[in-house]
């Protein structure tokens, strides 16, 4: 595949006009070839309109037709091959097997949302029927679903440059749901993004669709970002990345003449609870699972464990000193890690100092490289610190975007309790700990429940599992809206909105709203979940007062 560098506008490539840019081997240092274009103002305007424009048509297509285009990208993305591998391995340096793990998942998401759409009942159908005899008012027909936003505008990830940039998770929810998209490609990896926003492109064509169901934008900086999120015609946002960077899309969002819903995963340090039965039994084995944790892709997962809280046994310490000094020579050993991009490195070195130069904080390990040796190298860093100095400093909950990772030492069962109510909003939550200890600590899931999206229990929060049940989201600042996951097929519904129609004649209705039920979707008929026809389901009459 010949990359080109320019935008590709539905059908169309835009023109070189914009700021030139370059991805950059993270590796190496090395400018990678062949320039990229940022978009101009014109592309913006002509990928949007091309959306508002496709909307009309893509909206109304059924979910056979939209599983038919969500398989097509999977099977164009893998026919990629090597090719797309080779080109993400340059411009992340991440591993082979790493990134052919991620197209895996990328085209897994892709078909579980066909799957979704093409069953059908995800639309949540209400059917409720009328009374014509109700007095003192006669009761009305009223039938509801969910019906597509519009244009969505997604942001594409630094750190996963498949499975949350052109065709993942945002992507492939905002199609499944029905609306066209104008992704923006990350400056970090446009090879990677051009070669599967071909891929996208060519699915749409193949499958005879608009043109304007997709476009993909390049930007050297933030002003494309900017001009995508108040355009008129784009109606919701997808973003994963900095606090900084979502707080930006939200306050621009809001501050639209229409203001619209910015869906934004933002920083998480997901803290990790080792209750004193899980610690006296196998606190080894944890300091292991955690350091694995901790550095798995140079520490730049959105859920990567960055606050520790081991619990104390007042009665015996012993295993919490023999789990810190197990995990502090696990994290003292010498590794060498290449972060993402050259902003992620500068960030990670002013974090780690920043940190160790706090009062209160001790730093436990440290292997920092020069920062001007080659490429994006850095090492781990563990911190540790009591309690009292967590509480007193809100910025101890700040995420460090690497390999790095933050102890907090606690006294009393009530310590923890505190460090877990004075905790701000995070996607994951872990606690290790056996039958007794939940028993014991029964209040703190209770606790917990009310900070995160994902309670996880005798395991690891890294590696996240996408399926049906999936949530990735949490109370702010973690994302935009605690009420919404951006992996998993719930994802879905940030994307939708609910239409209700009442008394209309049963021709005019949405197939899944239709008596007959034509799609055979489950569909809740005056309060009872069903598959049947309406006429078939019994009434339930109203007691009277």
């Not at 990229?36 to 009309?56: H, K, L, T």
């Not at 009761?139 to 052109?166: H, Q, T």
């Not at 995990?327 to 050259?342: N, Q, R, S, V, Y």
Request: proline share 6%; aromatic share 6%.
């Amino acid at each position: 595949m010949t990359l080109t560098g320019r935008s590709i506008i539905g059908s169309q490539l835009a023109e070189p006009c914009g700021k030139a840019f370059h991805a950059v081997n993270p590796a190496t240092g090395q400018s990678l070839e062949p320039a990229y274009y940022s978009a101009s103002d014109s592309d913006v305007n002509q990928a949007a309109a091309a959306a508002a424009r496709a909307f009309e048509v893509y909206s109304r297509a059924t979910g056979k037709a939209k599983a038919a285009f969500l398989r097509k990208i999977a099977e164009k993305i893998e026919g990629l091959g090597d090719d797309l591998v080779n080109r993400a391995v340059a411009e992340t340096a991440l591993p082979p097997a790493r990134i052919k793990t991620e197209i895996g998942r990328t085209c897994f998401q892709l078909r579980i949302f066909a799957q979704l759409v093409e069953e059908g009942s995800w639309v949540s159908a209400r059917i409720d029927r009328p009374d014509p005899h109700r007095t003192p008012i006669p009761k009305p027909d009223m039938r509801s679903l969910e019906r597509p936003l519009g244009p969505v505008a997604v942001f594409c990830a630094s750190n996963f440059p498949l499975a949350y940039s052109v065709a993942g998770g945002d992507t492939a929810s905002a199609l499944a749901a029905g609306n066209p998209v104008v992704v923006k490609g990350h400056n970090a990896h446009p090879g990677t993004a051009e070669m599967v926003g071909q891929a996208v492109r060519d699915a749409v064509r193949d499958c005879g669709l608009p043109e304007g169901v997709f476009s993909l934008v390049f930007d050297s900086g933030i002003e494309v970002g900017v001009a995508l999120v108040n355009h008129p015609e784009i109606k919701a946002v997808g973003f994963t990345g900095s606090r900084q960077g979502g707080r930006a899309l939200m306050n621009a969002a809001a501050l639209r003449p229409v203001p619209i819903p910015v869906y934004a995963e933002m920083s998480s340090v997901n803290p990790f609870f080792i209750l004193p039965g899980a610690m006296k039994e196998r606190g080894a084995e944890i300091a292991k699972g955690l350091h694995a944790s901790v550095t798995v892709g140079a520490g730049q997962f959105c859920t990567k464990p960055g606050v520790i809280i081991p619990a104390a046994d007042v009665e015996n310490s012993a295993p919490v000193r023999e789990f810190v000094s197990s995990f502090g020579e696990l994290m003292k050993a010498p590794a060498d890690f290449t972060l993402l991009t050259e902003r992620i490195h500068s960030a990670y070195f002013d974090g780690v100092r920043a940190r160790g130069a706090k009062q209160g904080i001790s730093s436990v390990a440290q292997n920092l490289p020069e920062q001007n040796a080659a490429g994006f190298r850095v090492g781990t860093s563990l911190f540790e610190t009591e309690a009292s100095s967590f509480l007193g400093d809100a910025t101890l909950q700040d995420e460090i975007f690497g390999p790095s990772t933050l102890l907090v030492r606690h006294s009393s069962r009530e310590q923890l309790f505190e460090i877990a109510r004075n905790l701000e909003g995070h996607l994951t939550a872990t606690i290790h700990g056996t039958e007794e200890d939940l028993r014991e600590y029964a209040d703190l899931v209770a606790l917990l429940e009310s900070k995160v999206g994902r309670l996880i229990f005798n395991g690891y929060p890294t590696g996240l599992e996408v399926g049906h049940a999936t949530v990735h989201g949490g109370p702010y600042p973690a994302t935009s809206d605690g009420r919404t996951t951006s992996v998993g097929t719930q994802a879905i519904h940030r994307f939708a909105r609910l239409v209700c129609y009442q008394n209309f004649p049963d021709a005019a209705l949405p197939g899944e709203l239709q008596n007959d039920n034509p799609l055979g979707i489950w569909r809740l008929i005056d309060g009872q979940m069903t598959r049947d026809a309406v006429s078939s389901v019994p009434k339930v009459q109203a007691k009277s007062t």
